[in-house]
């Protein structure tokens, strides 16, 4: 099945984001209206310290809470290295720069409505030189728990975050392969 662009117009506009509305025609001659979200690439990033993992604390204006989540963001800039925007976004939110990042795959945060993509990296070998944080970050908090408390946080509903969800979801996979591949 394939979807024909026939018009796109631009509907909103901000520094982080644009709205585009798509009148589209489906292969079966239906035609209709897209809504899509463009939004520059981003970095989720999963510091993990012997048996503890770092995340963050914010607030989320759309959902109106405070929520835990691993490192991620963006910096509203087109074609940048993925791993420089990883470890500035890991050194921005937490202080922390990591000896060794390993790139563990990409996701899409909302491909039916979005098209970011979002790089997920291992951060280890950690080292505190400070944080960096953007204006709209003063209020971001940084905790660390052990990996068997983080898991239990998601399987209690604390984190709800679908980012963070998927990349813990690719680590582990990762994990796995290796653990095999090493004879374990």
């Known amino acids: 099945m394939s979807i ?32 899509v979200v463009d939004k520059d690439d981003c970095a989720i990033i999963i510091p993990i310290d012997g048996d503890r993992i770092y995340l963050v604390e914010q607030f989320r204006y759309p959902i109106q809470q405070r929520c835990l989540e691993l490192p991620q963001g963006g910096w509203e800039t087109a074609d940048i290295d993925p791993e420089t925007l990883a470890r500035g976004e ?50 971001l908090t940084l905790h660390s728990f052990s990996i068997e408390e983080f898991e239990q946080m998601m399987l209690d509903g604390v984190i709800r975050d679908s980012c963070t969800l998927a990349a813990w979801g690719l680590y582990l996979l990762w994990k796995n392969k290796k653990n095999v591949e090493a004879g374990g």
């Open 90 to 139: 890991l050194r921005e939110e937490t202080g922390f720069d990591a000896a060794s990042m390993i790139h563990l795959g990409m996701i899409y945060i909302a491909y039916g409505f979005a098209n970011q993509k979002q790089y997920v990296y291992l951060a280890t070998g950690l080292t505190h030189v400070g944080t960096d944080f953007d204006a709209e970050e003063h209020d």
């Open 4 to 35: 024909k662009t026939l018009s796109s117009r631009e509907v909103y506009r901000n520094p982080w984001l644009r709205v585009r509305e798509d009148a589209i025609e489906r292969d079966n001659g239906a035609q209709g209206l897209y809504g």
